[in-house]
């Protein structure tokens, strides 16, 4: 890789040893995927927060670096709510350890934000390079806003917030981000609930693999393209997708993928997957809920009192922006959680059937919770929670 004399200073130990070794880490990175220099990120987000998955070895790694973050960055959800764990009925030993984990980041210049949705903390724009690792984060960067983000690894996200930089290949590189499928959808109906690109991208997911499809035929809106996004990374590993007319990339260089693999996804064939099965819990949120899906959901639970545990997640940034909407929804029993999700928490292991109105929940739940998911939209969520 060509490196800049600041850049060759840092890996000769010049800014001292955390520097040099995370130098190390994205020049590996960098090195290994053909990268020629590295570009400056704008933010960074970080995985690798649950004390669950880095264990005893990655908090005593984290305790030994000395630096600080050069860009804005946050963390990825973790295992529970930073403030409200006892009530989530977190064992105190595994809080105590989380809070650890988390004041590590802390000590390093990472804000103390858990979410998988930090386009809604931070100003990204289109052809903005970043560093961010929550997969549906990655393709909501990629995807919607049109900015410029590999799916980082826990050590190379944190190695790109506290250097500033990041190796340039992959999606970093416009030709790496034109389309190689069609994804023909018929019929989109009228006016569908964000569940419906969740489950869109549930079965798109699996049908891409790895490639960068371009959908024709359907018109989401933001918070339906973060559905559709996540639920492709989830059960693909689709990092960036184009939706024709609609997502930014896609209005600006107007592909030509005629000669491209077309596949037809029928309405029906996303019909089949809402199976309308009572639950013992509902978990929305995932990803993170937005300000305009707070509002939906508190309008949806206004005078109503849930008969089931309803579990809302979103970032603490976006809890404390809508605070009369959060004590309205929690007036109806409904808990609005912060920092983690139904699929990171311990918390929803308890249940063996979870509603869920997003298509990466539907694929997740099964195996992280051990219960078996059903996908509804938002108002049949609410109303098999409100339903005695
Ligand atoms: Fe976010 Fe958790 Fe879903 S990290 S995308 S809410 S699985």
């Keep these: 890789m060509n490196l800049t004399p600041e850049e060759e200073a840092i890996l000769n130990g010049e800014e001292g040893e955390t520097r040099q ?73 595994f809080a105590r350890k989380q809070l650890e984990v988390i004041s590590s980041y802390e000590a390093l210049g990472i804000r103390l934000e858990c979410t998988c949705t930090p386009y809604y903390l931070y100003i990204t724009e289109y052809g903005d390079h970043l560093a961010w690792s929550e ?38 590189l416009v030709e790496n981000r034109k389309p190689q499928l069609h ?20 079965l798109a997911g699996k049908i891409s693999g790895n490639r960068i499809p371009i959908f024709s035929g359907i018109r989401p809106a933001r918070d339906q393209l973060k559905n559709l996004g996540a639920a492709m990374a989830a059960t693909g590993a689709v990092a960036l997708y184009h939706v024709e007319d609609i997502t930014p990339e896609a209005r600006i260089f107007t592909y030509d993928y005629s000669g491209l693999e077309e596949i ?8 089949d997957l809402f199976t309308g099965e009572i639950p013992d819990a509902v978990a ?27 579990y809302i997640f979103a970032s603490r940034d976006v809890i404390n922006r809508t ?29 063996s059937r979870i509603m869920v109105n997003s298509g990466k929940a539907l694929a997740y739940v099964p195996t992280m919770c051990g219960a078996k998911a059903t996908i509804g939209t938002t108002k049949s969520c609410i109303d098999a929670a409100c339903t005695p």
């Excluded at 994205?26 to 927060?49: N, W, Y």
């Excluded at 529970?80 to 105190?92: A, H, K, L, S, V």
């Excluded at 190379?156 to 190796?167: E, H, Q, V, Y």
């Design 21 to 93: 070794q995370l130098m190390e880490i994205l020049i590996g990175v960098g090195t290994v995927f053909g990268a020629d220099e590295m570009v400056p990120i704008r933010s960074a987000q970080v995985s690798g927060a649950s004390y669950k998955t880095i264990g005893e070895w990655g908090l005593k790694w984290l305790q030994n670096l000395q630096a600080k973050a050069s860009v804005p960055a946050v963390l990825n959800p973790v295992g529970m709510d930073r403030i409200r764990w006892q009530e989530m009925g977190i064992d105190p030993e």
């Design 135 to 172: 997969s549906s984060a990655v393709s909501y960067a990629n995807s919607v806003i049109g900015a410029r983000t590999n799916r980082e690894g826990g050590p190379s996200a944190l190695a790109a917030a506290i250097i500033g930089k990041t190796p340039k290949y992959g999606l970093h």
């Design 183 to 202: 994804i023909n959808v018929r019929s989109e109906p009228e006016n569908p609930d964000a569940s419906w690109y969740g489950a869109l991208g549930f």
């Design 264 to 271: 037809v996804i029928e309405a029906g064939d996303i019909a």
């Design 284 to 310: 929305i949120g995932c990803p993170h809920c937005s300000p305009e899906e707070i509002e939906h959901l508190a309008g949806l639970l206004d005078g109503c009192t849930v008969k089931r545990p309803v």
């Design 323 to 351: 605070p009369e909407l959060v004590r309205k929804i929690e007036r109806s029993g409904a808990r609005v959680y912060a920092d983690t999700c139904m699929v990171v928490s311990p918390s929803l292991e308890k249940y």
